[in-house]
């Protein structure tokens, strides 16, 4: 089982590492916070008030053995790269860093993170998707310029199957899960027909995503 550390214990952080908890992953969250750290400390695996820019302070607490750090400190953007590059220098395997704007984000990437993020971008984004189109209820940036969306079947799709919709052929995109309530068929064949209330997992290339959301 992957084993997770989490750095920096505000909203977003804190989030993270409840989240990866509940899901039974090993989770240790670090914050110089001892509020903070208080807060998660029956929530996590482990919860210990250190300083990430401590280079000693994350030696002593092996670090390097784990898979995953997700470095969430926002306010400190010092803190944040250092505490990045220290990771690394490490050895830690995979490192995922919050970033505050793209300029941010290519010097987290110039000193190693694996992945860079934007939660408030992100959030903002999605939100406003949701506002102007309706028929979106989630949407999450895959790779640049692609996305996996979250679609309601709309009135021109119902009674429809997959096939008389081409999709792919129309518009360049793949319908990779078919939601129906609570059951979720993450191969939908062709022949398979929708249904009003049905939500349809997309992904494609957001210019033709932004298509697709027309129909």
């Given at each position: 089982m992957?084993?997770?550390?989490?750095?920096?214990?505000?909203?977003?952080?804190?989030?993270?590492?409840r989240?990866?908890?509940?899901?039974?992953?090993?989770?240790?969250a670090?914050?110089?916070?001892?509020a903070?750290?208080?807060?998660?400390?029956?929530?996590?695996t482990?919860?210990?008030q250190?300083?990430?820019?401590?280079?000693n302070?994350?030696?002593?607490?092996?670090?390097?053995?784990?898979?995953?750090?997700?470095?969430?400190?926002?306010?400190?953007?010092?803190a944040n790269i250092?505490?990045?590059?220290?990771?690394?220098?490490m050895?830690?395997?995979?490192?995922?860093?919050?970033?505050?704007?793209?300029?941010?984000?290519?010097?987290?990437?110039?000193?190693g993170a694996?992945?860079?993020?934007?939660?408030?971008?992100?959030?903002?984004?999605?939100?406003?998707?949701n506002?102007?189109?309706?028929?979106i209820l989630?949407?999450i940036?895959?790779a640049?310029?692609f996305?996996?969306?979250?679609?309601?079947?709309?009135?021109?799709?119902?009674?429809?199957?997959?096939?008389e919709?081409?999709l792919?052929?129309?518009?360049g995109?793949?319908v990779?899960?078919?939601k129906?309530g609570?059951?979720?068929?993450?191969?939908?064949?062709?022949s398979?027909?929708?249904?009003?209330g049905d939500v349809?997992?997309?992904?494609?290339e957001n210019?033709?995503?932004d298509k697709l959301?027309k129909?």
């Amino acid at each position: 089982m992957k084993q997770f550390v989490v750095i920096g214990l505000g909203r977003f952080g804190s989030s993270v590492a409840r989240t990866l908890a509940e899901r039974g992953y090993n989770v240790l969250a670090i914050d110089k916070d001892e509020a903070l750290v208080q807060e998660l400390a029956n929530e996590v695996t482990h919860a210990v008030q250190a300083d990430s820019t401590d280079e000693n302070a994350m030696n002593a607490l092996g670090l390097r053995n784990f898979d995953v750090a997700i470095v969430a400190i926002g306010s400190d953007v010092h803190a944040n790269i250092l505490t990045t590059m220290i990771l690394k220098e490490m050895g830690v395997r995979y490192v995922v860093a919050k970033a505050l704007d793209p300029l941010h984000g290519k010097v987290l990437t110039k000193v190693g993170a694996d992945r860079v993020v934007f939660p408030e971008r992100d959030m903002g984004m999605r939100i406003a998707l949701n506002l102007i189109s309706s028929n979106i209820l989630d949407i999450i940036e895959f790779a640049p310029n692609f996305s996996i969306v979250e679609i309601m079947t709309t009135q021109n799709m119902v009674g429809k199957t997959l096939n008389e919709l081409q999709l792919r052929s129309k518009f360049g995109v793949n319908v990779v899960a078919v939601k129906d309530g609570e059951r979720i068929n993450i191969s939908p064949a062709a022949s398979d027909e929708l249904r009003e209330g049905d939500v349809l997992v997309v992904l494609g290339e957001n210019q033709a995503l932004d298509k697709l959301k027309k129909l």
